[in-house]
T-cell receptor, first 116, second 111 residues
Framework: GAGVSQSPRYKVAKRGQDVALRCDPI?????LFWYQQALGQGPEFLTY????????KSGLPSDRFFAERPEGSVSTLKIQRTQQEDSAVYLC??????????????FGAGTRLSVL | GENVEQHPSTLSVQEGDSAVIKCTYS??????FPWYKQELGKGPQLIID?????GEKKDQRIAVTLNKTAKHFSLHITETQPEDSAVYFC??????????FGPGTRLSVLP
C-alpha cells in the first residue's frame, strides 16, 4: 500500500481482556517498529523487527505485551489481560534498508486503545 | 539511556511570524535527528531531518540547525500559516534503529 496501515483505529476493551493490534507496513520495508503514545506525550519505543526477527523488545512494559511478525511483513501487537494503564495510542512505523532512506521511519495513524 | 528535552511545550505565534523549537539530548553518540509533525488523530509525519555531519538543512519554510558540541538542535518555521498548527516532536537515534522522542511542542498559529 501507499502508507503504513493500522487496524483497528479504535479499540475499547474491558479490563482483563486480550487485544490484538495489526500493522501493515509499507511494501518492501524491512524494519518495523511499535511505539506507545500516552495522551499528551511523545511516542515511546516498544519493540523492533528486521524482517521476521525481533531484534529489540526492550521497551515492552511487561510480559503481557507480545509482538510478532511471522512472515516479515504484517505485524501484530498483542496485549494480554489489559489494564487501565495500557490505555494509549499504539503506533507502528516502518523503514527501508535503502542507504539514503535509512532511518526514516514512516508512521501509521495508530490504534487508540481504551481500557475500561 | 538517551534523554531528550524539548522547549517550549506550547508556542503561540501570529500568522506570518517565525517559530523556533529547541531539543537537547544527552547521548553524544546520537547522529540522526528528525522532526515530526502530528495532527490530531494522525500519526507523526516526518517534516525534516538532519544527520550529524551537517550543521543546517533547509526545505522551503522549514529549517533545522544542529550543534553537536552543545548537543542541541532546533526547528525553525518561517512565515507560519494556520495549517502549521500541530504538535511537533523531535527525535534522536544513534542508528540503533529505535527513536527516542521529545515530549512535544504544541504550536498554535493565530490568524
Amino acid at each position: 500500500g501507499a502508507g503504513v496501515s493500522q487496524s483497528p483505529r479504535y479499540k475499547v476493551a474491558k479490563r482483563g481482556q486480550d487485544v490484538a493490534l495489526r500493522c501493515d507496513p509499507i511494501s518492501g520495508h524491512v524494519s518495523l517498529f511499535w511505539y506507545q503514545q500516552a495522551l499528551g506525550q511523545g511516542p515511546e519505543f516498544l519493540t523492533y523487527f528486521q524482517n521476521e526477527a525481533q531484534l529489540d523488545k526492550s521497551g515492552l512494559p511487561s510480559d503481557r505485551f507480545f509482538a510478532e511478525r511471522p512472515e516479515g511483513s504484517v505485524s501484530t501487537l498483542k496485549i494480554q489481560r489489559t489494564q487501565q494503564e495500557d490505555s494509549a495510542v499504539y503506533l507502528c512505523a516502518s523503514s527501508s534498508r535503502d542507504r539514503l532512506a535509512k532511518n526514516i521511519q514512516y508512521f501509521g495513524a495508530g490504534t487508540r486503545l481504551s481500557v475500561l | 539511556g538517551e534523554n531528550v528535552e524539548q522547549h517550549p511545550s506550547t508556542l503561540s505565534v501570529q500568522e506570518g511570524d517565525s517559530a523556533v523549537i529547541k531539543c537537547t539530548y544527552s547521548d553524544s553518540a546520537s547522529n540522526y535527528f528528525p522532526w515530526y509533525k502530528q495532527e490530531l488523530g494522525k500519526g507523526p509525519q516526518l517534516i525534516i531531518d538532519i544527520r550529524s555531519n551537517v550543521g543546517e538543512k533547509k526545505d522551503q519554510r522549514i529549517a533545522v540547525t544542529l550543534n553537536k558540541t552543545a548537543k542541541h538542535f532546533s526547528l525553525h518555521i518561517t512565515e507560519t500559516q494556520p495549517e502549521d498548527s500541530a504538535v511537533y516532536f523531535c527525535a534522536v537515534t544513534d542508528y540503533g534503529q529505535n527513536f527516542v522522542f521529545g515530549p512535544g511542542t504544541r504550536l498554535s498559529v493565530l490568524p
